[in-house]
């Protein structure tokens, strides 16, 4: 039996709660380890349904639902769009501090990385990317559009066809 200030955790690490006396599935509790997985994995590209089935529910033991994701986790998915570039000024900050602070050569080399990394991107910027001067793709017509075009190249050849047979018979 364990004692009350024990805590218990699955095979992850996650706690795992306990309700005693109490019927039905109990509400999502938001934490910040939580939050910080959501702003990571968002960082990541993933999408929405990706994410809320690696959100653990410590008391039930299951994935949260996108709903769930959506209701508890608003505040970072709406960053969604800059969550990359934060978690790369993060890398550049907690790399700068190792370096500069505490001397450490191996996070130098890292930082100089990150900056090399910065700059190439900015130059991309500045210059323009070369996947952008590939041509465009052809505009895509819908039906509609394409037997109205079909329709106004047949009238075209047909009154073309008119006018060689109406000049060539006043020719004879």
């Known amino acids: 039996m364990e004692d009350e200030n024990s805590e218990v955790v699955d095979l992850w690490g996650n706690r ?6 109490k019927r039905g599935r109990p509400s999502f509790e938001r934490t910040q380890e939580n939050a910080n997985k959501v702003s990571m994995l968002l960082a990541m590209g993933w999408s929405n349904s990706r994410i809320a089935r690696c959100i653990i ?9 996108e ?82 075009r079909a329709a106004e190249e047949a009238d075209a050849q047909l009154m073309a066809e008119l006018e060689r047979e109406a000049s060539g018979g006043q020719r004879h």
């Open 67 to 148: 709903p769930t994701l959506k209701r508890y986790f608003r505040s970072e998915l709406q960053e969604r769009d800059f969550a990359r570039d934060r978690l790369i000024a993060r890398q550049l900050e907690v790399a700068a501090t190792a370096a500069f602070e505490q001397g450490n050569v191996g996070a130098m080399r890292f930082f100089d990385k990150l900056v090399d990394k910065n700059d190439m991107m900015l130059a991309e910027g500045r210059m323009g990317r070369p996947d952008q001067d590939e041509p465009k793709p052809k505009e895509r017509i819908g039906k509609k559009e394409s037997a109205a």
């Open 16 to 21: 795992v709660f306990t309700r005693k006396g």
């Open 57 to 65: 529910d410590p008391r039930t033991g299951k994935h949260i639902s």
